[in-house]
């Protein structure tokens, strides 16, 4: 008898608990799942931070398309990411002017400023904005006619107040006076967004990488 009320107790115990547990598996799950998927993104970043800076030129529609299949588990299509894909891609080489626009002569209107140097992006830029104003406000009319790569004009570069980049703080202010990142020499900046989850109401994830 005491038995038979000992197994009656656990089944009404697990009956209880058992909404609860089914609620933490699902939650693991779901958490795991987006976990995994910001990873995937961040890694796109790096990644193509890393082909950026050995001169890889992601104007090129071959190329967008390898980065686009670094983002497969993002459901991002292996034949390159389009105006309705879910994810984009912000490629920009920056630099910083000094108070002498790094020898400059005359001294330029973007002294004391980063500035965008080449800047290209593809995707579905209407799921999120770069954080940087990439790309930058003067496009078209700053980009150098002369160059397939996404490169602004040097005049624009130094004079045009639209090809600031805005907020770039990552690197801190580049000073000849002390080490580390010197002005004029170019940063790598990726940024990629996505979605990786039904439970963020359709708003992208976002991942930025310095090279």
């Known amino acids: 008898m005491r038995k038979r009320h000992s197994y009656g107790g656990a089944t009404i115990e697990f009956a209880l608990i058992s909404p609860f547990l089914v609620a933490l598996i699902t939650g693991t799950l779901m958490y795991g ?3 995994v998927k910001e990873l995937e993104l961040q890694q796109v970043a790096r990644d193509t931070a890393s082909m950026v800076a ?3 030129n992601m104007q090129l529609a071959a190329n967008q398309t390898i980065v686009a299949r670094l983002g497969q588990e993002l459901n991002w299509p292996d034949t390159g990411l389009t105006t309705t894909s879910p994810g984009v ?3 920009s080489t920056i630099e910083y002017l000094d108070g002498t626009c790094n020898g400059a002569n005359p001294v330029c209107s973007n002294a004391g400023h980063w500035v965008f140097v080449r ?13 940087f104003g990439a790309p930058p406000a003067c496009l078209p009319t700053c980009l150098d006619p002369n160059q397939t790569d996404g490169s602004l004009n040097t005049n624009d570069t130094l004079n045009t107040a639209s090809a600031r980049v805005s907020g770039f703080t990552l690197l801190g202010t580049p000073s000849t006076q002390v080490a580390g990142f010197q002005p004029g020499q170019p940063a790598y ?3 990629a967004a996505g979605i990786t989850g039904p439970w963020h109401g359709g708003v992208a994830s976002y991942a930025v990488s310095v090279f």
């Open 54 to 56: 050995r001169g890889t």
């Open 33 to 35: 799942t987006e976990l």
């Open 119 to 131: 800047t290209t992006s593809f995707g579905n830029t209407t799921l999120r904005p770069s954080n």
């Open 189 to 191: 900046v990726i940024e």
């Open 89 to 91: 891609v912000y490629v």
